[in-house]
Structures are given as structure tokens and as C-alpha cells.
């Protein structure tokens, strides 16, 4: 999961796409295409709360498949 922020001066927004890319190719390697994903805000370097809301469901829906 990657969260993005288009305005963002300390990870440019282009390369962080760009490693998604390059990611996404070996993750299809693997048949696991929707295991990557990216969500995208226009802001500075923040974690603006669509941002986190984003992630909290990521790793909700990925941790509730872990069986104690």
C-alpha cells in the first residue's frame, strides 16, 4: 500500500508511481495484482485522513486473513 502525496517534497510523487509500476509487474508474476495498492491525495508531504482511512481498510482486510 502505497499513499501518495501529489505535492509531496520529500518522496516525488512520480517516483513513488514508478516503483508502484515496477512492483505491480512482479506482482503479477505472482497472480497478486490486488495485493498492491495505491491511493492518491493532493497534499504536501502529510497523511491526510482519506489517506489513513485508506490504509486502516488495507490492513484490515489483509490482517483479518491471518489466523491466530
Known sequence: ????????EDFAAAGVRAVMQSAGAVYRLYSAETEL????????????QSSRDAAYEFLKSKLSRIEP
Request: contains cysteine; proline residues 10%; glycine residues 0%.
Open 1 to 8: 500500500m502505497a499513499c501518495v502525496a501529489e505535492h509531496d
Open 37 to 48: 495498492q495505491s491511493v492518491t491525495a493532493a497534499v504536501p508531504h502529510s497523511f491526510p
